[in-house]
């Protein structure tokens, strides 16, 4: 319910889709989209490429599959899935914010790594750096569809600067046709400074390029990485 994947996803998809073209030594065709989730991003990144999307999430795939069922969803886990082929163009979203460990972070871009093509780019765009995160920030968004009324309030928490981990907390007041049920998610997230990103990225093997990309309210750092021909 939150955000119309044909139109508030679009600019960032045609951000990267111009990185892609701009930085790739070979033609670009196929992306895969690590951590699809529930597929708003191939949505529209498929009008540019052959997109397959890979997820742990059965029920996130679920979700990608019915709005794209012209393209190619698997069930894998970033940090050890080997799919046997490789990519033109790779795209790692927010749910590389997942890796809460170190171990875990150069794990996923091994995994983009031996997924990609000489030539190819992957493009990963950071939610947070340890330079970015805003201590105790609280969003609330409203949504209504269908005789449902929800009201999603996320804030995220860092009780332990000194270490590679945050807190996100999510509540949501679901109203159906005017009845009040609340659901509760909690996540621990990974954080990390940019130096730290160049670094992983770096090791794993990237040539490393750097943008910013502005929505508005919020301005992120983009990393367009380039697999050695």
């Not at 955000?3 to 073209?21: F, N, P, Q, W």
């Not at 914010?97 to 996923?108: G, I, L, Q, V």
């Not at 659901?183 to 160049?198: A, Q, V």
């Given at each position: 319910?939150?955000?119309?994947?044909?139109?508030?996803?679009?600019?960032?998809?045609?951000?990267?889709?111009?990185?892609?073209?701009?930085?790739?030594?070979?033609?670009?065709?196929?992306l895969l989209n690590i951590g699809c989730g529930g597929?708003?991003?191939?949505?529209?990144?498929?009008?540019?490429?052959?997109v397959?999307?890979?997820?742990?999430?059965?029920?996130m795939l679920e979700q990608a599959k019915a709005l794209n069922p012209d393209c190619?969803?698997?069930?894998?886990?970033?940090?050890?899935?080997?799919?046997?082929?490789?990519?033109?163009?790779?795209m790692m979203d927010d749910a590389i914010?997942?890796?809460?460990?170190?171990?875990?972070?150069?794990?996923?871009f091994r995994t983009a790594y031996a997924h990609l093509n000489p030539g190819g780019v992957m493009i990963a765009t950071p939610d947070v750096t340890i330079e970015t995160f805003r201590q105790n920030r609280t969003t609330t968004t409203r949504a209504t569809r269908d005789g449902l009324d929800?009201?999603?309030?996320?804030?995220?928490?860092?009780?332990?600067?000194a270490d590679d981990q945050y807190?996100?907390?999510i509540l949501y007041m679901i109203r159906d046709h005017g009845r009040l049920r609340i659901?509760?998610?909690?996540?621990?997230?990974?954080?990390?400074?940019?130096?730290?990103?160049?670094q992983v990225l770096r090791e794993a093997g990237f040539e490393v390029h750097e943008g910013r990309y502005d929505t508005g309210e919020d301005e992120y750092t983009v990393f367009t990485c380039v697999k050695p021909e």
């Open positions: 319910m939150w955000g119309d994947a044909a139109t508030e996803y679009a600019h960032y998809c045609k951000h990267v889709t111009g990185l892609i073209r701009r930085h790739a030594k070979r033609p670009a065709n196929t597929g708003k991003n191939v949505l529209n990144l498929k009008h540019e490429f052959n397959t999307g890979l997820d742990v999430s059965s029920a190619t969803f698997v069930q894998g886990d970033m940090r050890t899935c080997r799919l046997g082929r490789t990519f033109d163009a790779v914010s997942h890796m809460n460990c170190r171990a875990d972070f150069e794990a996923a929800v009201v999603f309030v996320e804030n995220v928490y860092d009780p332990d600067p807190e996100t907390t659901e509760t998610e909690h996540w621990t997230m990974g954080i990390f400074s940019l130096d730290t990103w160049r």
